[in-house]
């Protein structure tokens, strides 16, 4: 027993994730794979059975856990009231009427992407293959393109779980993470091109009348961003609170506001409400939320964690910038979500910056963090949208997956773009 306790801790971490991860494969249950992952670090760690009540019960009922499960729930609930009231429809014929091509077969699955619907590529999966009229592309084709033009807002888009999340553990704001990872999304979009849609040959569809106004349908987007905006101009205490809360807020007004101009029916809200998809989105990313605790929870030596790992690399000479690559990218593989990679890698990937790290030094390390996760999670057979995508198209899950592996080399050019511009500025 005290053999397996000695086991550094980086390997008990990596072991959990790969539990996570092989659980994943042969019972095809990421919520209970996750409770076995954060259990088996827990035990593994030297947590008793009561301390791990504690440390659960502590974090399930804190403040900024509820209000964070809140606002996740309101998201997923705003994604299914769009798709309800066919809003992101109306936006795809507003673009058909002034796009074609190679622009619109990449625009309409960026689009959808804007709104975090979760498995939302089998919504613009559809959409795409309408986009090539004359069916001259292969399945292949259109597999990679929606399932790459779908992710490559998540770096930085506040609408996201995982750019929340990173907020919150990182301690810094939204403007400095959207600020630090655009550029891992315009080298992902070039990316996309030159692999994906440089060499294709669309025929233009015949132009519609431009009767759909693009301002109409980006109408919720527009009106999040703003109220958010509004509230820490007007509030900007209400921080102090809970950092979710003026997200939140700004959500709810949103729905408010279309459920008064595009009224749905009770049946249709009670069909939203109480979807198994909803249930079972919050209570994994409470469960992702409850490992991180584990992560940052003192031990019953009196240390923590990542105080014994930080010793464990520095006497094993273990560069940190490789632990800043291979624990988002594992985590990412595993999980197959934003908010899965940087739950259960960020944690540790900032205490080992130490306590109060220089503000470069911390930009760019989330920004490799970041980029590292995101590689990690496109290419994980357990991603929700891979999975559907290929569903669709009739692909072979793998295949399509190795096939936009050598693309993620962009990601992580956009990553060394950042962080050179980082080290310039300061």
Same mark, same amino acid.
């Given at each position: 027993?005290?053999?397996?306790?000695?086991?550094p801790?980086?390997?008990k971490?990596?072991?959990?994730?790969?539990?996570?991860l092989?659980?994943?494969r042969?019972?095809?249950n990421?919520?209970?794979?996750?409770?076995? @992952?954060?259990?088996l670090?827990?035990?593994w760690?030297?947590?008793?059975?009561?301390?791990?009540?504690?440390?659960?019960?502590?974090?399930?009922i804190?403040?900024?856990?509820?209000?964070l499960?809140s606002m996740?729930?309101?998201?997923?609930?705003?994604?299914?009231?769009?798709?309800e009231?066919?809003?992101?429809n109306?936006?795809?014929?507003?673009? !058909?009427? !002034?796009?074609?091509?190679?622009?619109l077969?990449?625009?309409?699955?960026?689009?959808? @992407?804007?709104?975090?619907?979760?498995?939302?590529?089998?919504f613009?999966?559809?959409?795409?293959?309408d986009?090539?009229?004359?069916?001259?592309?292969?399945?292949?084709?259109?597999?990679?393109?929606?399932? /790459?033009?779908?992710?490559? /807002?998540?770096?930085w888009f506040p609408?996201?779980? =995982?750019?929340i999340?990173?907020?919150?553990?990182?301690?810094?704001?939204?403007w400095q993470?959207?600020?630090?990872?655009?550029?891992?999304?315009i080298f992902?979009?070039?990316?996309g091109?030159?692999?994906?849609?440089?060499?294709?040959?669309i025929?233009?569809a015949?132009?519609?009348?431009? &009767?759909?106004?693009?301002?109409?349908?980006?109408?919720?987007?527009?009106s999040?961003?703003?109220f958010?905006?509004?509230?820490?101009?007007?509030?900007p205490?209400?921080?102090?609170?809970?950092?979710y809360?003026?997200?939140?807020?700004?959500i709810?007004?949103?729905?408010?506001?279309i459920?008064?101009?595009k009224?749905l029916?009770? !049946?249709? /809200?009670?069909?939203?409400?109480?979807?198994?998809?909803i249930g079972?989105?919050?209570?994994?990313?409470?469960?992702?939320?409850?490992?991180?605790a584990?992560?940052?929870?003192?031990l019953p030596?009196?240390?923590?964690?990542m105080?014994?790992?930080?010793?464990?690399?520095?006497?094993?000479?273990?560069?940190?910038?490789l632990?800043?690559?291979?624990?988002?990218?594992a985590?990412?593989?595993?999980?197959?979500?934003a908010? @899965?990679?940087?739950?259960?890698s960020?944690?540790?990937?900032v205490?080992?910056?130490g306590?109060d790290p220089?503000?470069?030094t911390?930009?760019?390390?989330?920004?490799?963090?970041y980029?590292? =996760?995101?590689?990690?999670?496109?290419?994980?057979?357990?991603?929700?949208?891979?999975i559907?995508?290929?569903?669709?198209? &009739?692909?072979?899950?793998?295949?399509?997956?190795?096939?936009?592996?050598?693309?993620?080399?962009?990601?992580?050019?956009?990553?060394?773009f950042?962080?050179?511009?980082?080290?310039i500025?300061f």
């Amino acid at each position: 027993m005290d053999f397996l306790l000695n086991i550094p801790v980086l390997i008990k971490i990596l072991v959990s994730l790969a539990i996570i991860l092989a659980c994943d494969r042969l019972i095809h249950n990421l919520i209970i794979s996750m409770c076995i @992952g954060t259990s088996l670090l827990a035990l593994w760690s030297g947590h008793s059975f009561l301390d791990i009540f504690k440390i659960t019960t502590t974090t399930v009922i804190s403040r900024d856990y509820i209000i964070l499960l809140s606002m996740i729930f309101m998201l997923i609930t705003l994604s299914a009231q769009l798709k309800e009231i066919k809003m992101m429809n109306g936006l795809v014929e507003s673009l !058909r009427a !002034r796009l074609s091509g190679k622009s619109l077969i990449a625009v309409v699955p960026a689009i959808i @992407g804007l709104i975090p619907m979760p498995g939302g590529a089998l919504f613009s999966a559809p959409l795409v293959d309408d986009c090539d009229n004359e069916k001259s592309l292969d399945s292949y084709t259109k597999t990679k393109i929606n399932y /790459w033009f779908r992710h490559i /807002w998540e770096f930085w888009f506040p609408l996201y779980a =995982g750019v929340i999340l990173a907020i919150k553990i990182t301690g810094l704001e939204i403007w400095q993470i959207a600020a630090i990872n655009l550029p891992l999304t315009i080298f992902m979009a070039l990316g996309g091109y030159i692999f994906l849609l440089r060499k294709l040959k669309i025929e233009k569809a015949e132009k519609k009348d431009k &009767k759909y106004s693009i301002l109409k349908y980006l109408s919720p987007i527009i009106s999040i961003i703003f109220f958010y905006s509004l509230i820490l101009i007007l509030l900007p205490q209400i921080k102090s609170v809970s950092t979710y809360l003026p997200m939140g807020i700004s959500i709810a007004i949103t729905v408010i506001l279309i459920q008064i101009l595009k009224p749905l029916s009770a !049946r249709t /809200w009670l069909k939203i409400l109480f979807t198994k998809n909803i249930g079972e989105m919050i209570l994994l990313i409470a469960i992702i939320t409850i490992y991180a605790a584990f992560i940052e929870s003192k031990l019953p030596n009196g240390r923590y964690l990542m105080e014994i790992m930080k010793d464990e690399l520095s006497s094993a000479g273990i560069p940190t910038l490789l632990l800043t690559i291979i624990l988002p990218f594992a985590s990412g593989l595993a999980t197959g979500v934003a908010f @899965g990679f940087v739950g259960t890698s960020f944690p540790i990937i900032v205490s080992l910056l130490g306590k109060d790290p220089a503000l470069a030094t911390l930009l760019s390390t989330v920004v490799l963090a970041y980029a590292s =996760g995101h590689v990690g999670q496109l290419l994980s057979p357990v991603h929700v949208c891979n999975i559907v995508t290929n569903k669709y198209f &009739k692909t072979n899950l793998l295949k399509a997956t190795m096939e936009i592996a050598p693309i993620c080399i962009f990601i992580f050019a956009g990553a060394a773009f950042s962080i050179t511009i980082i080290n310039i500025l300061f």
